[in-house]
């Protein structure tokens, strides 16, 4: 468990990969004459058909859109502790589709098969280690016609992972041709468990992102919910940080004029609130709809006769339709 495949152990890799990350965008004349030329060095090694080169030329970012964190390679070789990049998985597919993994990143029936797992990082030059690529020379070149993708996680193991991203699907040429499969997966956006136990709003893979209890819509206890707190950006695992009312005041004929800060575009709701059990707890109700925010500050007034005798106030996100 955990440990993936190690697969890049030929002198290949780097060279495969320092080309790939030189050239910036995909030449594919220039790839392969350059790969013939390592094709040749590598094959009497091995004695059997050139290696399937892949690798990205672009770096994948996770869900927040960060490049994906890059095992080093100079750690490896200079024996200096190793932080494991981001998992990389080469699959084989028997039908051309590409199917959903399980909520634990396994596939979840024969169509997918996983025949090689490296990380980003790999392959790549040590000071690109945190580039968000990866270069891989597959020695064991699967069989001509063989379709094939990449699937890459947001995390270095399947346990830690909440997002992963497909690429296209490739269909492995025959053993003499060194094309080289440069997979297109721009990030790691796609959630593996898309559920949503405690209905506050957030799946549970972003929960898993965001560090919030899956099975408690509140983490932090501060009253708004994890869902809530993600679209009004503030902190979810801190109860200090929520939205709240920046500022109110009376006016002479006893309106009310609230304001706060909002997010342009967003829609807003006016609650009012009144005392109820033993322990502070306050029942909010909704005395305006639906205010959808022009402007960063914005101020709504309830007139006197809309919450005649109320003391508390508060402004929340509309709730989704
Ligand atoms: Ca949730
Ligand atoms: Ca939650
Ligand atoms: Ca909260
Ligand atoms: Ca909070």
Request: net charge negative; aromatic share 8%; with cysteine.
């Amino acid at each position: 468990m955990g440990e993936p495949e190690k697969i890049l152990e030929s002198c290949c890799d780097e060279m495969v990969a320092d080309f790939l990350i030189g050239l910036g965008r995909p030449n594919k004349l220039l790839i392969v004459s350059w790969v013939v030329a390592v094709g040749a060095l590598c094959m009497p090694v091995y004695g059997q058909s050139v290696p399937q080169y892949i690798g990205v030329t672009e770096g994948i970012v996770d869900e927040f859109g960060e490049l994906l964190k890059g095992t080093d390679p100079a750690a490896y070789e200079f024996g200096m502790p190793v932080t494991e990049g981001a998992l990389v998985q080469i699959l084989k597919t028997l039908n051309g589709s590409i199917d959903v993994p399980g909520v634990n990143g396994l596939p979840i029936n024969l169509n997918n098969t996983v025949l090689y797992s490296t990380r980003i990082g790999i392959g790549a030059l040590p000071d690109m280690s945190l580039s968000g690529i990866f270069g891989a020379a597959v020695v064991s070149r699967p069989p001509a016609s063989t379709e094939i993708f990449v699937r890459i996680f947001n995390a270095p193991y399947l346990e830690d992972s909440s997002f992963y991203g497909n690429s296209q699907v490739y269909t492995v040429s025959n053993s003499g041709d060194n094309a080289p499969f440069v997979p297109l997966i721009e990030a790691t956006d796609q959630p593996l468990d898309v559920n949503d136990d405690d209905s506050d709003g957030l799946n549970n893979s972003w929960e898993k992102s965001y560090g919030s209890n899956p099975l408690e819509p509140d983490t932090d206890g501060d009253g708004v919910s994890d869902g809530t707190e993600i679209a009004t950006g503030t902190d979810l695992l801190d109860d200090e940080s929520l939205l709240i009312v920046a500022d109110i005041s009376c006016t002479p004929n006893q309106n009310i004029v609230l304001l706060w800060l909002a997010i342009e575009g967003t829609s807003y709701d006016i609650q009012c609130g009144q005392p109820v059990g033993y322990e502070g707890q306050v029942a909010y109700e909704d005395v305006i709809n639906a205010v959808v925010a022009t402007q960063t500050e914005m101020q709504v007034t309830i007139p006197a006769d809309v919450a005649p005798s109320c003391g508390m106030f508060r402004v929340q996100i509309s709730s989704a339709e």
